[in-house]
C-alpha cells in the first residue's frame, strides 16, 4: 500500500508551530526554526518528494515578517489561506489526509476576520457536518457541542443535532478507526445525568428518545450517563469512544489522562483531519523548547486513518 500523502499546516507563525517541523507560511519562518533545532532542513518545490531534511513547501506570503512569541494581527489572512490552500488539497484528492498546527484565534479575530475553530472552519469548506473528537491511547472523547458559551450549550442540544452528531460518530468509527461495532458512552447534560427529570429534563426529553430511536436501529449506544463517574476506568474499558454534552465536560479527563499524547480529530470531512491537542504557545515560541510529541502523534494518527480509508 503506498504511503498517505498528508498535507501540513503551520498555523500561528509566530508560535511554537514552526519549530515543531510543521509546514510555514513563509519560507524564512520554517528556515529559521530550522536553525534553532540545529536542524539539517532541505525546501523543496511542492511537487517534490518528501523525505527526512527533505521538505516539499507550498508558500503562502505573510502581509507583515514575524517575530517569535509575537503574532500579529495583519497576517490572519495568511493564516487562514495556509489552513483552506492545504483542505483544498486533500478536497481533490492530491493529499490523503490534513494535519494542522495551532492556531491563535484572538489574533485572527484582531484581524479582522471571524473565526471560532479550525474544525468549523473546514466544515463550511467542505460543506457538511463533522464532530469534533479529541484522543489518546487511553480515550476518544467527541463533542455534542464545542466552542460555545455555556449558556448556550441546552439550547443547542436539539433531538435533530444530537442524533447527527452520533451518526457522525459511529459512521468514523467503523469507516476510520476500523471498529466494526462501536460502543459509545453517551453523557447526560446535567449533574447525575438529570437525576430522572429532577436536576433538568434535557436527559428525559432530548438525549434518552434519541438514543433509544437508535438502539433500535442498531447502533451501541449507553447513556445518558452522568459525567462524573462515566471515565472510571473499568467503565472505559467497555467504551469505545465518550460523546460529552460541552467543551469541558470531557475534555479535562482526557488531557489530564495523557495530554502530551493527544490529538485532535475531525469526523465527518471527506478526508481525515487531525490537529495537534495544544496552543501557540507563546511564551516558549522560539527557543526550540517544545514538545513535539502531539504533533507525532497527529501525523501518526493522520496517516493510519487514511490508510483505513485507502482502496485495499
Do not use: W
Not at 519549530?19 to 517534490?48: F, S
Not at 512569541?69 to 489552513?83: E, F, M, Y
Not at 476506568?233 to 493527544?262: I, N
Not at 513535539?292 to 490508510?307: D, E, H
Amino acid at each position: 500500500m503506498p504511503r498517505p500523502r498528508l498535507a501540513l499546516v503551520p498555523g500561528e507563525p509566530a508560535g511554537v508551530g514552526p519549530e515543531l517541523c510543521v509546514r510555514a507560511a513563509q519560507r524564512e519562518v520554517l528556515q529559521r526554526a530550522a536553525v534553532t533545532l540545529d536542524l539539517p532542513l532541505q525546501l523543496l518545490p511542492a511537487d517534490a518528494a518528501s523525505a527526512p531534511g527533505r521538505l516539499p513547501l507550498q508558500s503562502v506570503p505573510l502581509a507583515r515578517a514575524v517575530q517569535s512569541g509575537k503574532p500579529v494581527p495583519a497576517n490572519a489572512g495568511s493564516v487562514i489561506a495556509s489552513l483552506e490552500s492545504a483542505a483544498a488539497t486533500c478536497l481533490r484528492g492530491e493529499c490523503d489526509g490534513l494535519v494542522t498546527g495551532p492556531v491563535h484565534k484572538a489574533t485572527i479575530n484582531e484581524g479582522g476576520i471571524a473565526y471560532s475553530g479550525t474544525t468549523e472552519l473546514l466544515a463550511r469548506q467542505a460543506g457538511c457536518d463533522v464532530v469534533m473528537m479529541l484522543a489518546n491511547d487511553i480515550v476518544r472523547v467527541a463533542l455534542a457541542t464545542t466552542h460555545l458559551p455555556l449558556r448556550a450549550v441546552a439550547d443547542a442540544i436539539t433531538v435533530d443535532a444530537l442524533e447527527r452528531t452520533l451518526r457522525i460518530v459511529d459512521t468514523a468509527l467503523r469507516r476510520d478507526f476500523g471498529i466494526a461495532a462501536p460502543t459509545i458512552a453517551v453523557l447526560g447534560l446535567n449533574p447525575h445525568a438529570g437525576e430522572d427529570g429532577h436536576l433538568g429534563r434535557e436527559e428525559l426529553e432530548v438525549v434518552a428518545p434519541v438514543l433509544a430511536r437508535l438502539r433500535a436501529q442498531g447502533f451501541g449506544l449507553v447513556g445518558p450517563l452522568p459525567a462524573d463517574t462515566a471515565f472510571l476506568p473499568d467503565k472505559l474499558r467497555g467504551f469505545d469512544a465518550v460523546l460529552a454534552m460541552y467543551h469541558d465536560q470531557g475534555l479535562p479527563v482526557l488531557k489530564y489522562s495523557d495530554f502530551a499524547h493527544a490529538v485532535n480529530i475531525t469526523l465527518g470531512l471527506p478526508y481525515p483531519r487531525v490537529a495537534v491537542d495544544h496552543g501557540t504557545a507563546l511564551d516558549i515560541a522560539g527557543s526550540g523548547r517544545a514538545d513535539p510529541s502531539s504533533l507525532f502523534a497527529a501525523i501518526t494518527t493522520c496517516a493510519r486513518l487514511a490508510r483505513q480509508r485507502m482502496p485495499a
